[in-house]
């Protein structure tokens, strides 16, 4: 079976220093790298995504004049207010330096519409819009994703059930994935939702 390695927003801005840091982020990139490297040499697909918001973009607390990291609605849709983060074209946004890009075959950005927020690397959180991933995906053949990155309990929770939704074979590398967790227990939560809906969990 044909799979392919998807590395979840594995950004500045959601590692150590950033604008929403993830506690550990950066212990993820040694995790992606080797993967990566071992679908490199099989000649399987490694994709990234890239959260690319626009300045103005309608989840950031800065614009929407709410506490950081409450909860609001935007666009018909429950929002947490975040700091500004991965906005487009600024270091936030670029990849940690330590990721080994030259084995990236594809990125997808996504966050891109300023009304509405997008974790997952297929859909906005409204499931309005596509980011193209899935119907790349299908051209290629994949049927199997193998899916790790930050954060455990947001962009990778979303992405996965996505990807299960959608009809893929999904496995979740924990040992790459870092979360969130405005509640201690997110990432666990995340986890045991990923693998109740059919992922398995690989620690």
Known sequence: MTQALILIDL????????????????????????????????????????DWHPANHGSFASVSGKAVNTLGEL????????PDHAVQHTQGADFHPALRRTLIDKIFH?????????????????HRRQT???AW???????????????TDYCVKFSVLDALRLGYEVEVI?????????????????????????????Q
């Open 11 to 50: 950004q500045n801005d959601f590692c150590p220093g950033g604008a929403l840091a993830v506690a550990d982020g950066d212990a993820t990139i040694a995790v992606a790298n080797q993967l990566a490297e071992a679908f490199h040499r099989r000649g399987e697909p490694v994709i990234a995504t890239q």
């Open 75 to 82: 666009n018909g849709l429950p929002q947490i207010w975040w």
């Open 137 to 151: 995906l299908r051209q290629q053949g994949i049927r199997r994703l193998v899916m790790m990155g930050l954060a």
């Open 110 to 126: 996504k966050g891109e519409q300023p009304d509405i927020d997008s974790y997952s690397a297929f859909f906005d959180n409204g």
């Open 174 to 202: 924990a040992e790459g994935c870092r979360g969130v967790n405005l509640q201690p227990q997110d990432s666990h939560q995340a986890l045991a939702d990923m693998a109740a809906n059919g992922a398995l969990i690989r």
């Open 132 to 134: 193209g991933l899935d």
